[in-house]
């Protein structure tokens, strides 16, 4: 399996992943039901869009943002052929100025190495299915 970064760039996977978020792909590993992944838009296929892969539908995947606001998903444009499945995501990788709580006027704080240290868990994360909301939908 090769390995490869992403950047998450809008907001449809709210609150699991943020714009600016970078994710560990991994090219050519096995999708299940209730993983992130990257794929290709159907209509767009030079746009890459990051989803939850909620389980098969005929011949492809019904994928949905975590963002219920968000509606550009298998809602729109329905199951997702797996020849347009390009990665799944392994890891979220938090950027260091967003694990640190922003000190007064919303600006990070001048985090110690301890307080640094002590953020990396939230910071890398790995990607879990979230099997509550998927028995939601």
Same mark, same amino acid.
Not at 14 to 39: K, N, S
Not at 131 to 136: C, E, G, H, K, V
């Given at each position: 399996?090769? /390995?490869?970064?992403?950047?998450? @760039?809008? #907001?449809?996977? *709210?609150?699991? /992943?943020?714009?600016?978020? %970078?994710?560990? *792909?991994?090219?050519?590993?096995?999708? @299940?039901?209730?993983?992130?992944?990257?794929? @290709?838009?159907? $209509?767009?296929?030079?746009? *890459?869009?990051?989803? !939850?892969?909620?389980?098969? %539908?005929?011949?492809? =995947? =019904?994928?949905?943002?975590?963002?219920?606001?968000?509606?550009?998903?298998?809602?729109? $444009?329905?199951?997702?052929?797996?020849? /347009?499945?390009?990665?799944?995501?392994?890891?979220?990788?938090? +950027?260091?100025?967003?694990?640190? !709580? #922003?000190?007064? !006027?919303?600006?990070?704080?001048?985090?110690?190495?301890?307080?640094?240290?002590?953020?990396? +868990?939230?910071?890398?994360? +790995?990607?879990?299915?979230?099997? %509550?909301?998927? !028995?939601? @939908?």
């Amino acid at each position: 399996m090769r /390995l490869g970064l992403a950047e998450v @760039r809008n #907001p449809s996977m *709210l609150p699991t /992943l943020r714009p600016g978020d %970078r994710l560990l *792909l991994g090219y050519g590993a096995a999708v @299940r039901p209730g993983d992130v992944i990257v794929l @290709r838009h159907p $209509f767009q296929h030079d746009l *890459l869009i990051v989803k !939850r892969a909620v389980g098969r %539908r005929g011949a492809g =995947w =019904w994928v949905v943002g975590d963002n219920p606001e968000v509606v550009n998903d298998s809602r729109e $444009f329905g199951p997702v052929p797996d020849g /347009l499945v390009v990665a799944r995501a392994l890891l979220r990788l938090r +950027p260091p100025h967003r694990v640190v !709580r #922003p000190g007064r !006027r919303g600006r990070p704080r001048q985090g110690s190495p301890v307080a640094v240290l002590a953020a990396l +868990p939230s910071a890398v994360r +790995p990607l879990r299915a979230r099997s %509550r909301r998927l !028995r939601a @939908r």
